[in-house]
């Protein structure tokens, strides 16, 4: 079993950064990728961006391409999003996620943290 804690939401102006962090905690091995996701009331749940063990990266939608940056700690077990330039949009609940690496299906997931921005 693998256990995902994010943390380091919070309120922000536009404009802003911050920085989350996923730790994962339990079963962990090299053979696991790594993601973000994040959810508003109004929207499904939406990819945000991955890394898979040796630090290769991709990213959902283009809206947060340039602006979100994932990385990772492999010897913490933690990854992080970087957000800068934040707007209003960005605003939701962001999750981490955990899945094997060369399956589609994300098998883990976090409880999420809040992100607000504000205009």
């Known amino acids: 079993q693998v256990q995902l804690v994010e943390s380091g939401g919070g309120l922000v102006q536009a404009g802003g950064s911050l920085r989350l962090s996923c730790v994962a905690s339990g079963r962990t091995t090299r053979n696991f990728v790594m993601g973000w996701f994040r959810q508003t009331p109004e929207q499904e749940r939406e990819f945000v961006g991955s890394i898979n063990w040796s630090g290769g990266s991709v990213y959902g939608k283009d809206s947060v391409k340039g602006r979100f940056t994932i990385s990772r700690d492999n010897a913490k077990n933690t990854i992080y999003l970087q957000m800068n330039s934040l707007k209003p949009e960005d605003t939701a609940v962001y999750l981490c996620?955990?899945?094997?690496?060369?399956?589609?299906?994300?098998?883990?997931w976090g409880q999420g943290t809040q992100v607000t921005v504000s205009s």
């Open positions: 996620a955990m899945r094997p690496a060369g399956t589609t299906t994300w098998q883990y």
